[in-house]
């Protein structure tokens, strides 16, 4: 069975995955400094939930945009599961181009996203993953990775507006029942919530028009299916295209050689 881990800057994901489909996932807080043991306690103990057992992995694939994290990620692959894990990165075999000016700069959860997006839906599409940063990621027709935006998170500006100003306090992120808010938690929804709405539409409509072909829209992440509620631009939600991305990716590429000293780190 195949161990897959896409650690985020708010969250790692782990989950696995027995050849045909997701027997488990589970999520922690990231934490750079968590060591191998302490993802060990409690990856372990949820494998006992779901009736799996640490002999049942033998193959293991990272993406992640925490660089901090990805020594105990590797360690625990080695310690606990007895394999030498795969990392996404620009230099393995991503089965297309990567068309931009510098590939090594482009985070593991983009490309990962464009080739389970290419796989399951074909290009030309855009991928909107509403993370820590939202991100569009733009695939050509023959799956080329082309680029796209980086946009801060919904959370980061609810956190940057409680911050900034004294008397707006922090507040979670809903759909409001008017544009026009009655009182200021209601005005500051209405402004994160559509202001976000009109933000994904102006981006997808330029992204289309630079393009010049018609391009699906696919979007993951926790609030998609919220922000999909305010637009008829967002097409496709699917939660699992960057988990999606890493079984593809594993699949692709043979499992790495063990490293000669078991304590190395690269």
């Given amino acids: 069975m195949l161990l897959a881990v896409d650690a985020g ?43 799996l057992k640490p002999t049942d992995i033998d193959r293991c694939v990272i993406g992640t945009v925490v660089p901090a994290a990805l020594y105990n990620l590797r360690r625990l692959a080695r310690e ?12 393995i075999d991503w089965g297309f181009e ?29 991928v909107i993953d509403f993370g820590t ?10 799956g080329a990775y082309l680029g796209g ?34 009182d200021t938690i209601a005005a500051m929804q209405s402004g994160i ?10 981006i997808v ?5 630079e393009h010049e072909a018609p391009l699906k829209v696919i979007a993951t992440g ?3 299916p919220l922000f999909a509620e305010g637009t008829t631009i967002i097409e496709r939600i699917d939660p699992d295209i960057t988990l999606e991305g890493l079984r593809l990716i594993a699949a692709r590429n043979p499992a790495p050689a063990p490293p000669r000293n078991p304590r190395d780190s690269a």
């Avoid at 708010?10 to 934490?31: K, S």
């Avoid at 510098?102 to 464009?114: F, K, Y």
């Avoid at 100003?165 to 008017?178: E, M, T, V, Y």
Wanted: charged letters at 20%; proline letters at 4%.
């Fill in 149 to 182: 935006v980086i946009a801060p998170g919904i959370n980061l500006s609810l956190e940057a507006l409680h911050k900034a100003a004294a008397r707006l306090p922090r507040i979670g992120i809903g759909r409001p029942q008017a544009v026009i808010g009655r």
């Fill in 193 to 202: 919530f559509w202001g976000y709405v009109g933000m994904i539409e102006g």
């Fill in 9 to 51: 800057n708010t969250n790692v994901v782990f989950a696995v995955h027995d050849g045909v489909e997701w027997r488990g996932r589970w999520r922690i807080a990231t934490r750079a400094d968590r060591t191998s043991d302490e993802y060990a306690v409690w990856l372990l103990a949820l494998f006992q939930f779901s009736g």
């Fill in 133 to 142: 940063a939202t991100t569009f990621d733009v695939v050509d027709e023959d």
């Fill in 222 to 224: 926790g609030l998609a």
């Fill in 80 to 91: 606990w599961f007895s394999c030498e894990p795969l990392v996404a990165r620009s230099t």
């Fill in 98 to 126: 990567i068309r931009v000016d510098r590939p090594a700069e482009v985070g593991a959860d983009r490309l990962l996203n464009a080739l389970a997006a290419h796989h399951h839906y074909r290009g030309p599409l855009v």
């Fill in 205 to 209: 409509a330029r992204i289309r028009s």
